[in-house]
């Protein structure tokens, strides 16, 4: 296997050129993205790194793909400000691997996603010409918004060279609160009633303890109204759902770290909605688990890829396996699409990006 | 348009919605951009999807040209008709196929109004966030096409943001669907979602669209300050942008916009250069203390007047006049060009001055309505059509603004898009690079350039520009404007 | 005519208060689209002929007009367009049947009568007519109420606040003579002397709906040297005489009486709106709750943009619950004669409007329109529900008689 580190984009779209297959890779924090790729070249995307432009005024921020996610996080705490889709793997990742990923934590649960932060993109594709998609302001509506397309292609359409986000202000006062539950469905129908009631909650998450369900809420403000907003909210989902207890937690990092208990050898992102969570949980009760975004992603850690898999199939659900060597990382329900085709055939007709 | 396209069309759709006689086609011939029209060839009602999917899969098969329409409320022409084409009208396929509350997600036929989903949602205390001036009645199949945004972008973002799933035909006639009733969207793979939302109709026809809900915020805070001087509400938008706080929706209104607005619907806007909204949304207790130190801003920031709404009824009537204030220039002026460009907010005072220059150089007048918390510029242009160069010279002046939105370092359209009126200007922001990798995605989605040919790309057949000057009847002495 | 076309700036707003866009959801029959067709009529673009059925189609309802921001005053294009057309036109000979029965005998209370009777007979054979001629049929009651004459002065009770007039109306007279009875007592029972002038009678609005102007003007004429000067106002209790009687500007523009014309109209107010404008009295109301629907007359609430007066007398009446209906605002499809020009579009309106009453599980409905309360009374026939309609005069008297 080859490796290349392109210190600048035409280093980058002269790799491209003279590789026959090319791989886009940051740090390499994903494990199973990188493998099974049967000798196609590294690209080392790590020199492409640093902050372009941020200017807080405009809630608009320019980094090069291999910029870590811990450098740019912390050049917005410092102006007060934070990138709402919560990247996965804030130690770790680099903000490119993170969008081809779509990867986010927690907290995406208040704002949204990788997608709705996204703006715009400078990209090579596989042949390897570099240009521009999107914008660079908070609200453009010109041409076809390739960006958010390369929010989850794992680099087989294009290699993003540098990206653009829409940042919010932070208000960093949480509190946190766990609320235990006998069932699945009883905590699923606490998902349901928070849902359509007024409370804005910073993240949302389910895990199984042993043998109950803790949905963990996070609220987030300033710290004179948390706690009177913190009385209603746990007033009124204690009187609404039957719950087995209530408790306060430390609010942390690792808390609201969905992968932080989460032990095995693969670990699979799956994509569902809660009402999907049920028929999808019971057929991996071996693994470990926690559902984030209210129900609507799942991280999975197993050391039985196939049985998760197999799971996925059954439930026509389509996970990524980020952990572990694998040979695909996608695995479950294929997502093979026209539309998606059509695209690969212009930016990368030989296939050279994989 | 041939005989046996409109026979084929037959074995579709009964008489009553196959419309080919001038009278019914006349009335489509434009869209709410009425400076472009062209009459089409037929106008066709399906009422369900394989309606749609027959209808796009004979227009590939023949080559003929279509352009889906919604309730044809599109500024940048985008719903305009191609010459004697085959427009196909959504409005019918309205119905909201599921509402779980549960999960706050809808899904929906593209024919579906915007605010028919938020009044569905009502009940259960839930809304859809995207609000176009035009919510009453534009589609959300156009929205889609449009990625129409709103007020109240700058927290929740565009329609692009709210779509959570979609089943559509491609403009070849292959059936796509991806997403689902995820908050993730597509989640695994590229974000087809995000691709297909804002492709101006060009990629194909979205015949589901699986919708987020939002809680209704416990309350609002509507603030409405006065001031004396447009770069002092510009001002007052940075101050809030650099206190932390995060408003709804931020937005000003010019002199002459405020004039308009007041004619049309009696807002009780004070009598000032320039008015600034500022509203807070959230949970009661957050939002009063976010209000608190709103108040502190705007006290500081030099406005003459605030008033805060205290109900429903006076944000309902503050707002009222903000999204009427488009149609209601047509009172101060027989024609007008509703500009749509973006500046990084930073720089809008300086877009201000810079607008205000190319006034005195046009001699026309020029009312500015703005998203100012996402540098979003809405200046409406005034011209009087009959006299002679009027629209050229407007048409100039529009172009003059776009120039300086990209030059500002933004974009020539916030929410609007490029459809017939900026097809012109798409190489100002794309490379001529960029442009030819759009348009190979185009031609790999639509060899035969069928869906929404002459939009969005440069070029293309020259459209009609719509009768200006004297009207006949004047001209003949049997009517006159007073 | 010009100047209106002119302000549509083509956005589109009007379509979703248009009630046949709605139900149609053709762009010829939308607010928008009937300028476009009348501006390429008027620029010989279209021959008048064809784009003439979507203009019949329009109810006149007003809907558009609060609905637009740019200020075009669709009812005086609608108006203005009419009449100039209806000079030029040709109608199949049934229509223009039906058409002359209306400019003939609607107007004239005792030829009504006279013409309602034998629709009464007429039901008979009802089915064995053209649709438009059974659907006025169908209007008809079985059997006509009997007359309920005023005196030509009743007096006030109790101190007096004030003196009016009651515009009688034409179909109303005859088809429900209760609801200028009811109106009389609750204006009386208010402390308003009421006066009923013997040769007063209909106004035209309906013979200008249509576009029959020159029959509209002559008829309206008579009413204005018949009202007494010192009263405070000409009170109507029917909708669509108030809204007409607001057109009289544009229908005498250009005539010599023009100045009487426009005197006689600023003298004229809505029953509930000049009463609540007094204040009410408060009725003894009711013994038990009453759950009741108001529904929205369009030539009230969009031509008059009375909305919230007809609620505040509602809400004024001991236990009485006024409910909110959906879709307040879309017309019901009575719209004049509409009922009898467009039988479809006004039976499937009528369904639509009856199911979002029901809907709010009323114990009665009142309206402020004889137009609306037939349309009403008649769709819920259909379903077979006894669900009572009235006029809002109607219920305020049950309501000063103690619900008896």
């Known amino acids: 296997m080859t490796v290349s580190a392109p210190a600048s984009v035409a280093e980058l779209q002269a790799l491209v050129r003279d590789s026959e297959r090319i791989h886009a890779i940051g740090n390499g924090s994903k494990t199973a993205l990188h493998s099974g790729l049967n000798g196609a070249t590294h690209a080392d995307l790590t020199k492409l790194s640093g902050i372009i432009e941020y200017q807080p005024a405009e809630y608009t921020v320019t980094v090069r793909a291999g910029t870590p996610v811990r450098e740019l996080s912390a050049a917005l705490r410092e102006q007060g400000q934070y990138l709402p889709c919560d990247p996965l793997l804030p130690e770790s990742a680099t903000i490119g691997g993170t969008v081809a990923g779509n990867l986010s934590g927690s907290r995406r649960y208040r704002y949204g996603g990788v997608r709705d932060f996204i703006l715009g993109a400078a990209v090579v594709d596989g042949l390897g010409r570099a240009f521009r998609v999107g914008g660079k302001v908070v609200k453009n509506s010109a041409g076809f918004d390739l960006s958010k397309f390369l929010v989850g292609s794992l680099g087989a359409y294009a290699i993003m060279t540098e990206l653009t986000f829409k940042v919010f202000p932070d208000v960093p006062r949480f509190r946190s609160l766990a609320f235990d539950y006998e069932r699945l469905e009883d ?136 952990r572990g060597a694998v040979e695909s990382a996608v695995i479950g329900a294929p997502v093979e699409n026209v539309l998606a085709s059509r695209v690969k055939q212009v930016l990368d007709p030989h296939g050279k990006l994989v | 348009m041939n005989r046996a396209f409109i026979a084929a069309l037959e074995s579709i759709y009964p008489a009553d919605r196959l419309l080919t006689r001038e009278v019914e086609l006349l009335p489509y011939e434009s869209d709410a951009l009425t400076a472009f029209s062209a009459v089409p060839g037929a106008v066709v009602l399906p009422v369900n999807e394989a309606e749609i999917i027959d209808t796009v899969r004979l227009c590939h098969e023949q080559a003929v040209p279509f352009v889906a329409r919604g309730s044809g409320t599109s500024l940048s022409g985008g719903s305009l008709p191609i010459p004697d084409g085959l427009t196909i009208g959504l409005n019918r396929l309205n119905r909201i196929k599921k509402l779980d509350p549960e999960q706050r997600i809808a899904v929906v036929e593209p024919g579906v109004i915007n605010l028919a989903i938020t009044e569905a949602a009502q009940p259960y205390g839930l809304y859809y966030a995207p609000d176009p001036s035009s919510q009453s009645i534009c589609t959300i199949g156009g929205n889609i096409a449009f990625n129409s945004g709103g007020a109240h972008c700058l ?234 160069g009027a629209l050229e010279k407007a048409e100039a002046l529009a172009g003059e603004i776009l120039a300086l939105c990209i030059r500002l370092g933004g974009s020539i359209t916030g929410e609007h898009g490029i459809g017939m009126e900026k097809r012109d200007y798409l190489p100002a922001m794309f490379s001529e690079e960029e442009i030819d990798i759009m348009q190979a995605l185009r031609l790999a989605i639509d060899p035969k350039e069928i869906a929404n040919r002459g939009k969005m790309f440069p070029g293309g057949e020259a459209p009609a520009l719509a009768q200006h000057g004297m009207h006949p009847l004047e001209r003949a002495g049997v009517i006159s404007r007073e | 005519m010009a100047t209106a076309i002119e302000k549509c700036v083509h956005c589109g707003f009007c379509l979703a208060a248009c009630p046949t866009y709605s139900l149609l959801g053709e762009e010829m029959d939308s607010p928008r689209g009937r300028i476009y067709l009348m501006k390429n009529v008027l620029e010989e673009r279209l021959e008048a002929q064809d784009a003439q059925p979507y203009i019949d189609r329009c109810l006149g309802c007003m809907a558009c007009v609060p609905a637009c921001p740019s200020g075009v005053e669709y009812g005086d294009l609608l108006v203005s367009y009419r009449g100039a057309q209806e000079e030029s036109r040709r109608r199949p000979p049934l229509d223009a049947l039906a058409r002359k029965l209306v400019i003939e005998a609607l107007p004239y209370p005792k030829r009504f009568r006279l013409a309602a009777q034998t629709g009464a007979i007429g039901r008979v054979i009802s089915d064995a007519l053209p649709a438009a001629f059974a659907s006025m049929l169908n209007l008809l009651p079985e059997k006509l109420p009997p007359r309920l004459p005023l005196p030509p002065v009743l007096p006030a009770q109790g101190e007096r606040r004030g003196v009016v007039a009651l515009l009688p109306g034409c179909v109303q007279q005859v088809l429900a003579p209760a609801i200028n009875y009811a109106a009389a007592q609750v204006l009386a029972a208010n402390g308003i002397e009421v006066h009923s002038p013997p040769d007063a009678g209909c106004c035209g609005s309906i013979l200008l709906h249509i576009g029959a102007e020159r029959e509209a003007q002559k008829i309206a004429r008579r009413n204005f040297t018949v009202f007494p000067r010192d009263i405070d106002a000409i009170i109507t209790t029917a909708a669509g005489c108030g809204s007409g009687i607001n057109d009289y500007e544009l229908l005498f523009k250009g005539e010599p009486d023009a100045e009487s014309a426009t005197a006689f109209a600023d003298r004229v107010m809505d029953f509930g709106a000049y009463l609540a404008e007094l204040g009410l009295l408060a009725p003894a109301g009711f013994k038990s709750e009453r759950r009741v629907a108001y529904q929205d007359a369009c030539h009230l609430l969009h031509a008059q943009g009375i909305q919230s007066q007809p609620r505040t007398l509602l809400r004024q009446i001991p236990n009485l619950r006024l409910l909110s209906i959906a879709d307040a605002g879309m017309c019901c499809g009575s719209a004049g004669t509409y009922n009898i020009d467009q039988p479809d579009i006004a039976a499937a309106l009528g369904r639509r409007k009856v199911e979002s009453i029901l809907a709010a599980e009323p114990d009665l409905v009142a309206s402020g329109n004889i137009g609306c309360i037939t349309q009403l009374r008649q769709q819920l026939a259909l379903l077979g529900n006894p669900l009572p309609v009235m006029h809002i005069a109607e219920l305020l008297w049950r309501a000063y008689q103690g619900d008896r």
């Open chain 1, 187 to 322: 905590a699923l129908a606490a998902i349901y009633f928070i849902n359509q009631n007024i409370f804005e909650l910073d993240a949302l998450d389910l895990k199984p303890l042993e043998n109950s369900w803790q949905l963990l809420t996070r609220l987030a403000g300033f710290d004179e109204t948390l706690p009177q907003r913190l009385e209603r909210f746990s007033a009124a989902v204690m009187s609404h759902t039957s719950l087995l207890k209530i408790a306060e937690l430390d609010d942390s990092v690792t808390l609201w770290d969905p992968l932080a208990d989460l032990r095995g050898a693969h670990l699979v992102k799956v994509a569902l909605s809660p009402k999907q969570v049920p028929d999808f949980d019971r057929r991996i009760t071996a693994a470990q688990r926690r559902y984030g975004v209210g129900g609507n992603v799942a991280w999975v850690a197993t050391e039985n890829l196939s049985q998760v898999d197999d799971a996925l199939q059954a439930c026509s659900l389509t996970g990524l396996c980020l």
């Open chain 2, 155 to 388: 927290k929740y973002g565009m329609t692009s943001n709210h779509v959570l799933g979609m089943k559509v035909v491609l403009a070849d006639g292959a059936l796509t669907q991806f997403g689902g009733e995820s908050i993730e969207g597509v989640g695994i793979g590229p974000d087809l979602i995000g691709l297909f939302v804002g492709s101006e109709g060009l990629f194909g026809i979205a015949l589901e669209i699986t919708v987020r809900l939002m809680p209704q915020p416990e309350l609002y805070r509507t603030v409405l300050a006065a001031y004396d001087d447009l770069g002092r509400a510009g001002d007052a938008v940075s101050m809030v942008v650099a206190s932390g706080l995060l408003p709804g929706a931020m937005e000003i209104m010019d002199r002459l916009a405020i004039k308009a607005a007041e004619a049309s619907v009696q807002a009780g806007y004070p009598d000032a250069e320039a008015l600034l909204i500022v509203e807070l949304e959230g949970e009661a207790p957050q939002v009063e203390a976010e209000f608190d130190q709103l108040r502190g801003i705007i006290d500081e920031s030099g406005a003459f007047e605030v008033r805060v709404a205290n109900d429903e009824e006076e944000r309902t009537r503050i707002w009222k006049g903000r999204k009427g204030a488009f149609s209601a220039v047509g009172r101060l002026s027989p024609d007008y060009i509703v500009q749509d460009g973006v500046v990084p907010r930073s720089r809008l005072g300086e877009a201000l001055v810079e607008i205000s220059a190319l006034k005195e150089k046009y001699q026309l007048e020029v009312a500015n309505v703005f998203h100012a918390g996402d540098g979003n510029l809405h200046p409406l242009i005034l011209y009087d059509g009959r006299e002679d």
